[in-house]
Nanobody
C-alpha cells in the first residue's frame, strides 16, 4: 500500500494549486487527510474527508481549500485557492489501512 502526493510547486500569493493523493494497492474507503509541515514547525492537519465525504478544515484554510474525492476511488484532491506565503510547506496525505499510511509529501512554495 502506497500513497503518492503530487501537484506541488512554486506559485505567487493569490494563485491556486490542486494537489492529488493517489493510492496504489487500495481504494480510499475511509478517512483521508491532508497535512502539512512548514520548515521548523510541527506537522498540522489541513483537511479531512470521511467515508461519507464529510469534510473538516484547519481554521487557517477554511474557505480557501477544498478536499474532495476523485471519480477514481483511489484519488483524493486538495484544491487550494488564494494561496498565502504562510501556506508554504510540504503537504502530505494520509489514510488508515492496518494503521496510518503516509505519502512522501509534495512541496508547496508561495511567494509574496
Amino acid at each position: 500500500v502506497q500513497l503518492q502526493a503530487s501537484g506541488g510547486g512554486v506559485v505567487r500569493a493569490g494563485e491556486s494549486l490542486t494537489l492529488a493523493c493517489t493510492a496504489s494497492g487500495i481504494t480510499f474507503k475511509g478517512l483521508v487527510g491532508w497535512y502539512r509541515q512548514a520548515l521548523g514547525d510541527k506537522r498540522e492537519l489541513v483537511a479531512l474527508i470521511s467515508s461519507r465525504s464529510e469534510t473538516e478544515y484547519n481554521y487557517s484554510v477554511k474557505g480557501r481549500f477544498t478536499i474532495s474525492r476523485g471519480n477514481a476511488k483511489n484519488t483524493v484532491y486538495l484544491r487550494m485557492n488564494n494561496l498565502k506565503p504562510e501556506d508554504t510547506a510540504v503537504y502530505y496525505c494520509m489514510t488508515y489501512y492496518n494503521g496510518e499510511v503516509w505519502g512522501q509529501g509534495t512541496l508547496v512554495t508561495v511567494s509574496s
